[in-house]
């Protein structure tokens, strides 16, 4: 079956330092990888995405790289705001059918204090 | 335009009370999915409606309907829920099939069931 390891929290890290959340999966198949992240009191917003091997997903200021080699898509951020206290949620997705099937790691609490 | 919409973002409910979860897209997505998510934890698949047809249905209980009316909108029927049906309800929708690998999350509706 398919299933993503993230990262245990949770996160502590004051303004401007650098932040790597650490993400492996296992699958069947090709799966896309996702960043999701969710503000306290809201949904889940999509942060990044890569479809294949070697791809990197970027999106304010943070990034990623599908590494098939490693089965990794790892978080990285060079200085973090304290608005980008949040839960980070990895995921990847595969076809299920006629739709996707999207498998999460358990999230990962950031807080960034000023 | 990457949005889901759902409505109502609050709603407190009695064991006793039939209520429903809203849910639209205007995206051209053909397969909408229904999550339950439970503080500090990633999302779990409810139900899955693909070109407007359940398609999964992940043993949900009975109190929990879906329904499709088109393929623009999905709603989620609540009766004789109990307190622990309280969680956050996210609706998600994606392209369908093979065809785009991402699944765009709405805001939400956090349920309270008293």
């Known amino acids: 079956g398919n299933s993503v390891t993230q990262m245990e929290g949770p996160v502590t890290l004051s303004e401007e330092a650098f932040l790597t959340i650490n993400c492996t999966y296992t699958?069947?198949?090709?799966?896309?990888l996702f960043w999701y992240v969710q503000y306290p009191g809201e949904g889940l917003q999509l942060l990044l995405k890569?479809?294949?091997?070697?791809d990197k997903g970027s999106n304010k200021g943070f990034e990623a790289t599908y590494r098939k080699e490693t089965t990794s898509f790892h978080l990285e951020k060079g200085s973090v705001q304290v608005s980008d206290s949040a839960v980070y949620f990895c995921?990847?997705?595969?076809?299920?059918?006629?739709?996707?099937?999207?498998?999460f790691g358990s999230g990962t609490q950031l807080t960034v204090l000023p | 335009d990457t949005e889901v919409t759902q409505t109502p973002k609050h709603l407190v409910m009695g064991m006793t009370n039939k209520k429903s979860l809203k849910c639209e897209q205007h995206m051209g997505h053909r397969a909408m999915y229904w999550y339950k998510q439970k503080a500090k934890k990633p999302p779990e698949l409810m139900f899955v409606?693909?070109?407007?047809?359940?398609?999964i249905n992940e043993s949900v209980p009975s109190r929990f309907s879906p329904e499709c009316p088109n393929s623009s909108l999905l709603n989620l029927h609540l009766h004789a829920l109990q307190p622990e049906d309280s969680a956050l309800y996210l609706c998600?929708?994606?392209?369908?099939?093979?065809?785009?690998?991402?699944?765009?999350f709405g805001e939400g509706s956090w349920l309270t069931v008293v």
């Open positions: 890569a479809t294949k091997a070697d």
């Open positions: 995921a990847l997705s595969v076809v299920s059918g006629s739709a996707r099937q999207l498998t």
């Open positions: 998600a929708s994606s392209l369908g099939g093979a065809e785009g690998n991402t699944i765009y």
């Open positions: 699958a069947t198949g090709y799966p896309s």
């Open positions: 409606y693909s070109y407007e047809k359940l398609s």
